[in-house]
């Protein structure tokens, strides 16, 4: 099993460029999540699925599309990039686990966007 | 609305010795799981400990162990005997029986030889 796979593991983006970031697990779970991670922020939820063709926004959405026509990919979609949207971003997929409505997360290693 | 607060940003403890990181959060449930993740320089995000807020009992692992205080919304991680590998960013985290996590702002733990 690789688990949660992320690609590229860095990027350089200029402003109004657009890219996506790629996603992937084979673990067959049906919970997918985007989350960045900002100096002193933590991390904070962009958008989630709960299974093929389903999405929904989380904490953060502005700038970023989602869409999710398999179970095992997520990829995650700068439009036009913004010197804001510079960070850490981490995917992870999740299973329902042991106890009532618990939920294990297992996160990529994360691709570093910087955008000048 | 939870929130999760790490009031520490950064602690540091000599190698062998004992720390404790401390966690506080915010919650009008009472089902939810608590957790704490370390982040070493490599970025990937590992757990290190859960804790289920129906059961009493701290939960343990090796050398991590947390104090969990519910009526006080209080979930700390004390790592005993660290070492130098124990040097990382440390996450806690929330959530209330679905898979949306809320995290904390992290603390970043630097161990001393």
């Known amino acids: 099993n690789a688990g949660v796979t992320q690609t590229p593991k860095f990027q350089v983006l200029k402003t109004g460029q657009s890219m996506t970031l790629q996603c992937a697990q084979d673990m067959n779970h049906e919970y997918m999540s985007w989350y960045r991670q900002d100096p002193g922020m933590g991390l904070r939820l962009i958008h989630y699925s709960v299974g093929a063709g389903i999405t929904d926004q989380g904490e953060v959405p502005n700038g970023y599309n989602v869409s999710r026509s398999t179970t095992e990919d997520f990829p995650l979609r700068l439009l036009s990039a913004a010197p804001s949207q510079t960070s850490v971003y981490f995917c992870?997929?999740?299973?329902?686990?042991?106890?009532?409505?618990?939920?294990?997360?297992?996160f990529g290693p994360g691709t570093r966007l910087t955008v000048t | 609305a939870q929130t999760v607060t790490q009031s520490q940003p950064e602690m540091s403890v000599q190698e062998a010795e004992t720390v404790t990181l401390s966690c506080t959060y915010d919650t009008s449930e009472s089902d939810y799981y608590l957790f704490w993740y370390k982040q070493p320089p490599s970025r990937q995000m590992i757990l290190v400990i859960r804790?289920?807020?129906?059961?009493?009992q701290n939960a343990t692992e090796n050398r991590f162990s947390v104090n969990f205080q519910k009526a006080a919304k209080s979930f700390s991680l004390k790592i005993s005997d660290s070492q130098l590998g124990d040097a990382a960013m440390y996450f806690c985290a929330y959530t209330s029986g679905t898979y949306k996590y809320i995290f904390g702002t992290g603390t970043r733990l630097k161990v001393l030889a």
């Open positions: 804790q289920e807020a129906y059961k009493q």
């Open positions: 992870a997929s999740s299973r329902l686990a042991g106890g009532p409505g618990l939920y294990e997360q297992y």
